[in-house]
């Protein structure tokens, strides 16, 4: 087997999430859940392995994938390891238990929503570049005159400087008054032209980044009805 460039992408954008991680436990679809369980995410491939292994650390199998120019991946058949190798040189990789590890295996059922929105791939890097340039972790999204309204601040520190972006692409589906606000922390999606959220009172919302599913939990400040 080889591993296609989308799934070692997908790879390395999951091992951001969390270093655990299942491998075959669903045909042609990965997934991963951050430690905390703040942050879940869901991806197809095109990869069919032959059994469930686990994986303790993800960046140290990815560069011995990645040691190889042109890697074929051989399973055995004992199914304690795979064998990447180039045809001249090789490595044995051990799998771990996946009872001892940290992964998921179903879907979050997400709530109704009450706010969707899109952003950019332009968008989402400047709301991150900003993040970064006046130290602000927490990502506001309330209603402006009927368009969403980011605001990028430090919650925490009522001086913060203060990022904002409106956002035309929106639905809004409640008269109700909101705060909802996002760990920035938490955006650790998978390249791509577009981000759709949708956003739930229930404190939960989904992003949809390409063909990868996130379900990314709320900040408990988050605020719906007051």
Known sequence: MKLSNNTIEALRSFATINSNIAFGVEPKTLRSVAISKNLMAKTSIEEDFPYKFGVYDLN???????LFENPELTFSDTQKFVTISDGISSIQYFFSDIENLVTSDKDLKMPDTEVTFTLTDTQLKAISKASGVIAGDHMLVTNKDGT?????TDTEDPTSNKFSL???????????NFEFIFNINSFKFKTASEYVFDISSKMISAVKAGDTQYWVALDKNSKYGV
């Open 60 to 66: 140290q199998f990815l560069s011995c994938v990645t």
């Open 166 to 176: 409106d956002i035309a692409n929106c639905d809004i589906k409640t008269d109700e």
């Open 148 to 152: 969403i309204s980011v605001t990028v």
